[in-house]
């Protein structure tokens, strides 16, 4: 027993040393000395340990560039999906691999290591990966270029008038009008998103659809727009987007460890495919509230950060939407926080004016609920006034 307890204890101390390597660019702080207010934090960690909110894996909050409060929470989803895990459905369509939402050899950390699923989130994070194209003059077209720039139209079907007029600006903002549903939940396999991800030629799947509006009218919500702009960007640069972004964004944020998933045709599943740490995810929304600059790098321009974090579309709800990022009303003076928001509880929050950057993920995959007003509104009650220092180029 001795022999396993000490075995137990190294384990322990080894995970534990490489999950503080992975915080060795964050300074670390109290919630108190960031103007937090620690029992509003407590109370919400409870909520997380309870499962008052289910299956959060991770709770992150930094102020000013310093973390301020972490917790992880344990969860045995071989145990929770074990069922589903061994049954062909729109959530697991091929019964193996990567895109078999309940295996824990793949979900939702990618084989037991320290990243995690992000699901959406990861369109932001590929909105962020033009946004660097552009900076870099690699990505030369303007948001207004037709989509069908980037198709050999005579092998896309379904092409109408409004099909044509459909620019990346409309993939971007989610006003691509074309004929999609992803509002049932996912487990359904009728959902849209669902539905591509069992196909194997995604970006076809996509681009053959039948248009329901015109394009730039009607907000809808779709992961195949989403998709398409993996292609868009290959197509426009010659890059491929994970390799682009590897170079432009992660390793100048110190991002070394991910993984990002692929189509069965290969291609990058930008609509939610990307693998990350809460400490990454932390470093995109820190480098969206910095406006594109990371330890004097620009990385980023400020006008694509702010354009993409501006209204260009109304989901509904008093939320409204940019380029692939959420803002999110909160506070007596309805301010928005920037979001991004993925499916089973990914989430990082940045609230510009206070300096706050929050991660939760988590892997609550059959709950119809979705919990970011509440999980936003908690976060708010914490916050004290308090100003960071400015940022020098």
């Known amino acids: 027993m001795r022999v396993v307890g000490l075995l ?37 960690d409870a909520d997380f340990k309870t499962g008052v909110i289910p299956l959060v894996d991770r709770l992150l909050v930094t102020r000013c560039g310093k973390i301020a409060f972490d917790r992880r929470y344990e969860h ?34 990618w084989h037991g290591g320290m990243t995690h699923s992000l699901q959406s989130v990861t369109k932001s994070v590929a909105s962020a990966t033009i946004g660097a194209a552009i900076l870099h003059g690699d990505f030369k077209a303007s948001l207004d270029t037709p989509v069908l720039h980037w198709f050999k139209t005579a092998n896309v079907k379904n092409v109408d008038a409004r099909k044509r007029r459909m620019t990346l600006r409309h993939l971007l903002t989610m006003t691509a ?33 039948p248009m329901a509006f015109e394009p730039g009218t009607h907000y809808t919500y779709s992961s195949g727009v989403s998709e398409l702009l993996a292609h868009v960007f290959r197509q426009e640069t010659g890059q491929d987007m994970e390799d682009y972004a590897r170079t432009h964004l992660f390793e100048p944020l110190g991002i070394h460890d991910y993984h990002w998933k692929r189509s069965p045709l290969g291609e990058v599943d930008s609509e939610g495919g990307l693998f990350l740490s809460a400490e990454s995810l932390a470093k995109i929304g820190e480098l969206y509230r910095l406006k594109g600059l990371w330890q004097g790098q620009r990385l980023l321009s400020a006008e694509w950060v702010m354009d993409s974090v501006s209204s260009h579309s109304n989901p509904g709800h008093g939320y409204r939407y940019g380029y692939q990022w959420w803002l999110l009303p909160y506070g007596d003076k309805q301010q928005m926080a920037w979001a991004g928001l993925g499916f089973g509880g990914q989430h990082v929050f940045v609230l510009p004016e206070e300096g706050v950057v929050a991660v939760t993920l988590g892997w609550n995959l059959l709950d119809p609920k979705y919990y970011e007003d509440v999980i936003l509104k908690k976060l708010v009650s914490a916050v004290k006034p308090y100003r960071c220092p400015s940022p020098s180029e």
């Open 177 to 209: 009008g074309f004929n999609w549903n992803e509002d049932l939940p996912y487990a359904d396999p009728n959902n849209a998103a669902a539905v591509m991800e069992g196909s194997r030629d995604w970006v076809s799947f996509v681009i053959n659809r």
């Open 76 to 109: 045995d989803y071989g145990s929770v999906f074990g069922k589903e895990a061994a049954q062909v459905g729109p959530l697991n369509p091929y019964m193996t691999g990567s895109y078999n939402y309940f295996d824990p050899n793949w979900h939702p950390y």
């Open 8 to 44: 137990f204890g190294l384990s322990f101390l080894l995970s534990w040393a490489s999950s503080a390597n992975s915080l060795e660019d964050w300074p670390l702080t109290s919630a108190d000395s960031a103007a937090l207010d620690s029992q509003a934090l407590y109370a919400l």
